[in-house]
């Protein structure tokens, strides 16, 4: 498993946003462990273990598309978890 994560998370206009593209194993998965359960559950699949989108969601029985919008506000919430804790990999 790579210990960097790329979230893709950005926020227009904001440019103190932290670049969470080189973020270390363990500090999404301290982030991660912040979220409820719903969506701690598509994060930890999708954006941790790195599995599938389509298998994240048959195992969690919800369609594709309650997963992405979870898979959304997970990451919202990890990059807003990210902005009170400080720059990511620092």
């Known amino acids: 498993m790579s210990s960097f994560f790329d979230l893709d998370i950005s926020f227009e206009g904001d440019d103190e946003?932290?670049?969470?593209?080189k973020l270390p194993a363990e500090k999404l998965k301290?982030?991660?462990?912040?979220?409820?359960d719903a969506l701690r559950e598509v994060a930890m699949?999708?954006?941790?273990?790195k599995r599938t989108m389509s298998d994240v969601s048959q195992d969690l029985g919800i369609r594709q598309s309650e997963l992405v919008t979870r898979l959304h506000r997970a990451q919202?919430?990890?990059?807003?978890?990210?902005?009170?804790?400080?720059?990511?990999?620092?």
């Open 30 to 36: 301290a982030a991660i462990d912040t979220l409820p």
């Open 45 to 49: 699949g999708v954006l941790y273990e």
């Open 76 to 90: 919202l919430a990890i990059g807003m978890h990210l902005m009170s804790q400080g720059r990511p990999g620092h």
């Open 17 to 21: 946003v932290p670049d969470a593209s």
